[in-house]
Structure formats: C-alpha cells, structure tokens
C-alpha cells in the first residue's frame, strides 16, 4: 500500500492510496497488479476498517492503476491516476465523484496521450496539478516511468 493524497475535511481524514492485490505475468516476467482504494481515518493514525476498492480495472487488459491524485473543484471529488494494460500502455486516467468513494471514470476528458514523438511517445504517468497565477499546470513522467524525462503541461483554458 502507498498512500498519495490525504484529505482533512468534517474531521476525518480521507486517504487515496495504490494497493496491491496480485501479480501480472507479462512475457515472462511478473508484475505487481494494483488499483486504487479508498479509507477513512478520525486521527489519520488508527484505522478502523479495511480500505475498499474505489476506481477498478475497465480497459481491456488494463491490469494496474494507481498514484491517485484526489483534488477538489467545484464541490467535486476529481482524480488523476496512472493505469497500465499488457500490451505495454502506461497513461494516465482522470474520474470524478460526489463522494470520494464511487468515482465515475472519464479518461477522455483528461485528454493527455503520449505525444508523437519523443520523451514521452510511449508514456506519460504519474501527473500532478497544481495551479500559479490563475493557471494550471501538471507535471508528469515520460517513458520508462521518467528515465526519458518529466514534462510540464499547461491547461489551456
């Protein structure tokens, strides 16, 4: 389990994190199979159930998801993550929600694919926005997780 955003709100924190749950064979070689789960805490130290699933696998041979970026805009949750599939795509994911819990995916409407050519032809994963001057920006990795570079993308608005 990795945990990568924390929310405090009504006094609970509230926790995105990847998680683990089995390993993926893909020509030969094994790979850690995750998605992406949800858990409440009152003190963000003791937990008093389990961590439920809350974004699953959709596309087809799609077998990891995870790095969930939760943020709020507009009264609603939104969240960007990377998924991955056997035939080698790794990219990134966008879902929203009302709740935090039971998300509703809309890759399409990230659209942010891997570019043509270059750094990030095969890749982009692991984007995180943030905003300066009334603008937002995301950077994210390019191929091979990032060994090929890290970009930053700016919204057109």
């Not at 991955?84 to 809309?106: H, I, L, N």
Request: proline share 3%.
């Amino acid at each position: 389990n990795a945990v990568h955003t924390v929310i405090k709100e009504e006094g609970n924190y509230k926790f995105w994190l990847g998680a683990g749950s089995s390993w993926q064979e893909i020509n030969g070689v094994l790979y850690p199979s995750y998605n992406v789960k949800y858990i409440v805490s009152e003190d963000g130290i003791n937990f008093e159930s389990e961590a439920s699933d809350c974004i699953t696998f959709t596309l087809p041979n799609e077998y990891r998801l995870g790095r969930p970026r939760v943020y709020m805009e507009n009264g609603e949750y939104q969240i960007i993550f990377t998924w991955g599939d056997t035939e080698g795509r790794y990219e990134m994911g966008y879902a929203t929600s009302s709740d935090g819990k039971t998300w509703q995916r809309k890759d399409e409407e990230l659209n942010f694919y891997p570019s043509a050519s270059g750094w990030d032809d095969k890749w982009v994963s692991y984007g995180a926005l943030f905003r300066l001057n009334n603008r937002v920006y995301m950077v994210y990795n390019g191929n091979e997780m990032g060994k090929d570079g890290f970009g930053l993308a700016i919204l057109n608005n």
